[in-house]
């Protein structure tokens, strides 16, 4: 099957998915906690992830599909390596969504043998969809439109907004990002945190953002937003600059390139004096 059909079935997919979100906007939601106190999950997440993994395995039934729910019973990282993997979020910046923040996406990407084939995030709210397919580029369809996007061209960090996240699980582990923070603030022209990592990966691919870092992270959360950067000619690696590779967890640095190695600077002055 080429390319552009995985690509055109998961941007069907992701504005379906997309639909059930919006509807539930505006409503009241009932969630629970999972791992720590801060980490929520709605009925809508859970409608939309089988809605998403139904979808691709009736579809695809050879196919696999790795999201927070299937990874509950699949730890090993052989499960990355092996035939054609969707890793799917239902709602990235779940909360967000609770609160009515308006910054949340579904994201969704196609790996074979850990190779990334297919990456689409959509965000409801904003009516913008950000898609990429290995070896072709990467492109934002939004109004009825499509056009070609590519990273921004800064080349310091004072002349850079980057962005950030911080682990569930800050309130008990020291590790918590907010040394890095400390120092990204005093290098750069602004920093931001959305809440959504689908969100800030696709922002970097469209230039919207210089760069992001996160520690920790899901392989849900970054797989679609790591093929949009690279296809949009930005760099992503991990946090002490090794090659990037998909993971269950991830500590990851994605930017236009250009400041990328000022990031890694950053990142590691501050492990050198902690």
């Not at 299937?70 to 990235?92: L, N, Q």
Request: charged content about 20%.
């Amino acid at each position: 099957m080429a390319l552009n059909a995985f690509e055109k079935f998961a941007i069907e997919i992701a504005f379906a998915a997309g639909a059930i979100i919006r509807r539930g906007i505006s409503e009241q939601k009932s969630y629970s906690t999972k791992g720590t106190d801060i980490d929520l999950v709605t009925e809508y997440d859970k409608e939309v992830h089988d809605y998403l993994t139904g979808k691709i395995l009736s579809t695809f039934p050879n196919h696999r599909t790795w999201s927070e729910e299937s990874a509950i019973g699949e730890r090993a990282h052989g499960f990355f390596d092996e035939g054609y993997v969707w890793h799917v979020d239902p709602i990235d910046g779940t909360i967000n969504f609770v609160h009515g923040y308006p910054f949340f996406a579904v994201s969704l990407a196609l790996y074979k043998e850990n190779q990334p084939l297919v990456g689409v995030i959509y965000d409801p709210v904003h009516g913008e969809c950000f898609s990429a397919i290995a070896g072709n580029g990467a492109r934002l369809l939004s109004g009825g439109e499509s056009q070609s996007i590519s990273v921004s061209d800064a080349s310091k960090l004072v002349d850079s907004i980057v962005a950030t996240g911080f682990p569930y699980d800050r309130h008990q582990n020291p590790d918590d990002n907010l040394a890095q923070t400390a120092a990204f603030l005093k290098k750069v022209r602004g920093l931001r945190r959305s809440g959504s990592a689908a969100i800030d990966l696709a922002y970097v691919a469209l230039g919207r953002l210089d760069g992001y870092w996160e520690f920790r992270i899901n392989s849900w959360d970054v797989a679609a937003g790591v093929l949009l950067i690279t296809e949009a000619g930005g760099t992503v690696t991990l946090t002490g600059g090794q090659a990037f590779q998909l993971r269950p967890q991830i500590s990851l640095v994605a930017s236009n390139g250009r400041i990328h190695a000022p990031m890694l600077d950053v990142l590691e002055s501050v492990k050198r004096s902690t």
